[in-house]
C-alpha cells in the first residue's frame, strides 16, 4: 500500500499503517518531525480512510502550521540558546563563539551543522553535568553516571543503578527549564515513581516547577525542528 498525500499548497504526505486493534481511524500528528500517521481498521479498504483524511484537512493545515518549519542550521538560521534567539554567523579562528551578536561557527559552510552541534552538545554537558551536581548535593544523593542523547519521546531519565540521561536539546531551552529536567530525574534517586513524595522532592530541591513544566509542554517540541 502506497502512502498517498492530500494536495493543495503544500501537499501534505501521509503515513498509512494498518492494524489489527483499531477499531477507527485515527489520525496523529507528530510534533517532532511533523508527519502525519493514518491508522485504519485491517479490513477497512483504503478510500474511505482517505475520505476521513480529507474530511480532517483543514485540521490537519492547522496544526501543521502551528507546529512551524523545520530549521537547517547553516549561515542566517536563527537557533535558540539558553531561550534567547541568535543568528548562527560564519566564524573564523577554531572553536565556535557565543557572543550577543550570534553564534560564529568557523570552518566550511556544509559543515556547519555538525560542527554547531558538537559545540552545543559540549555546553549541554557542562551545563547539565552542574545541575546535577547541585540538585544531588541537595538531595543528598549521588549519581554514577551521565549521558547524552538525542532522544525523541523524553527529555531526561534515571535508571535503577544511578545513571542520568538528558536530551542534549535541553541546551536550547530557557536556564530553568534545563534546571527543572535535571531536578526532576535527580529525584529520581531517591523516588523511582512520580508519587506525591517524588513531586515533594522536587520541590524542596528546585522550588515551583509549574512554570518550567509549562513550557516543556508547550514548546519542548519546538526545540526537534532544529535540524543539524
Same mark, same amino acid.
Request: net charge positive; aromatic share 12%; charged share 25%.
Given at each position: 500500500m502506497s502512502d498517498p498525500h492530500l494536495p493543495g499548497d503544500p501537499p501534505i504526505p501521509l503515513i498509512l499503517r494498518r492494524s489489527a486493534q483499531a477499531k477507527r481511524i485515527s489520525l496523529r500528528i507528530s510534533q517532532l518531525d511533523g508527519r502525519v500517521t493514518l491508522t485504519m481498521p485491517k479490513r477497512l479498504v483504503e478510500r474511505e480512510a482517505m475520505d476521513f483524511a480529507r474530511s480532517k484537512e483543514a485540521w490537519i493545515r492547522k496544526h501543521l502550521g502551528a507546529r512551524g518549519e523545520d530549521v537547517m542550521i547553516g549561515e542566517g538560521a536563527e537557533l535558540p540558546l539558553s531561550g534567547r534567539m541568535y543568528p548562527v554567523l560564519a566564524g573564523t579562528g577554531r572553536r565556535v563563539k557565543i557572543t550577543p551578536d550570534g553564534i560564529? $561557527?568557523? &570552518?566550511?559552510? *556544509? +559543515?556547519? &551543522?555538525?560542527?554547531?552541534?558538537?559545540?552545543?552538545?559540549? #555546553?549541554?554537558?557542562?551545563?547539565?553535568? &552542574?545541575?546535577?551536581?547541585?540538585?544531588?548535593?541537595? #538531595?543528598?544523593?549521588?549519581?554514577?553516571? #551521565?549521558?547524552?542523547?538525542?532522544?525523541?519521546?523524553?527529555? /531526561?531519565?534515571?535508571?535503577?543503578? /544511578? &545513571?542520568?540521561?538528558?536530551?542534549?536539546?535541553? $541546551?536550547?531551552?530557557?536556564?530553568?527549564? !534545563?534546571?527543572?529536567?535535571?531536578?526532576? *530525574?535527580?529525584?529520581? #534517586?531517591?523516588?523511582?515513581?512520580?508519587?506525591?513524595?517524588?513531586?515533594? *522532592?522536587?520541590? +524542596?530541591?528546585? /522550588?515551583?516547577?509549574?512554570?518550567?513544566?509549562?513550557? !516543556?509542554?508547550?514548546? /519542548?517540541?519546538?526545540?526537534?525542528?532544529?535540524?543539524?
Open positions: 560564529f $561557527v568557523p &570552518g566550511p559552510p *556544509e +559543515r556547519m &551543522g555538525k560542527r554547531l552541534s558538537a559545540h552545543l552538545k559540549e #555546553l549541554a554537558r557542562d551545563r547539565l553535568a &552542574g545541575a546535577s551536581d547541585d540538585y544531588a548535593a541537595r #538531595l543528598g544523593r549521588g549519581y554514577t553516571r #551521565l549521558s547524552l542523547r538525542d532522544t525523541r519521546s523524553r527529555w /531526561g531519565s534515571c535508571t535503577s543503578d /544511578g &545513571g542520568l540521561m538528558y536530551s542534549w536539546r535541553l $541546551v536550547m531551552a530557557p536556564p530553568e527549564v !534545563l534546571d527543572y529536567v535535571a531536578a526532576h *530525574e535527580v529525584a529520581h #534517586l531517591a523516588e523511582m515513581n512520580h508519587s506525591a513524595a517524588f513531586w515533594a *522532592e522536587v520541590t +524542596r530541591i528546585y /522550588g515551583d516547577y509549574s512554570a518550567a513544566r509549562s513550557w !516543556l509542554r508547550t514548546h /519542548g517540541s519546538t526545540l526537534h525542528r532544529y535540524k543539524f
